[in-house]
């Protein structure tokens, strides 16, 4: 099985509307160091294609819907994300591309650390590499 979590946020829903709060220590996997979103992607383009050293990230979709491909090197699952109020929550070394992108999507995704390009695994033969060099550790 591919390892990765679904959390549903706490909703602050009233006659106005919905609202969503996300804050250090409450709800929230990890300590939020960078926020990025995405916007824009034209249906059939495939985004992502790496995986993460270390990094570990809550990906929502809080508007339209797109479809996550996530593989361990073993196994992959597709999660389809459409929930304003529902993150994918990815931990390291998890191989991960996306596509699908509804016209209204528009995807946020918190990161636990800040940008840095030494932390990306952007070859598939690399990650099989070293997916298995860390079960021999
Ligand atoms: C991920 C998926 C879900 C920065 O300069 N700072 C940043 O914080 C980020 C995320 C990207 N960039 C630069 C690096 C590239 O020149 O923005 C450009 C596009 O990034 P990339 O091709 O990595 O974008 P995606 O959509 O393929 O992947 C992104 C994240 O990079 C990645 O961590 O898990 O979204």
């Not at 790496?50 to 570990?56: G, I, Q, T």
């Not at 479809?67 to 929930?83: A, P, Q, S």
């Amino acid at each position: 099985m591919v390892k990765y979590d679904l959390i549903d946020f706490k909703i602050r829903g009233d006659a106005r509307g919905s609202l969503v709060a996300l804050e250090k220590g409450t709800e929230f996997p990890f300590d939020i160091k960078r926020v990025y979103y995405i916007w824009g992607t034209n249906k059939n383009v495939i985004r992502g294609r790496h995986a993460h050293r270390n990094l570990e990230q809550v990906i929502v979709c809080v508007s339209g819907s797109c479809d996550f491909i996530l593989d361990n090197g073993h196994e992959r699952t597709t999660v389809h994300l459409d929930k304003p109020y529902q993150g994918l929550y990815i931990k390291s070394n998890i191989w991960r591309e996306f596509t699908n992108f509804s016209p209204d999507c528009v995807v946020m995704v918190l990161a636990s650390e800040h940008y840095d390009e030494a932390d990306y695994i952007r070859d598939y033969q690399t990650f099989l590499s070293e997916i298995s060099e860390n079960k021999g550790v």
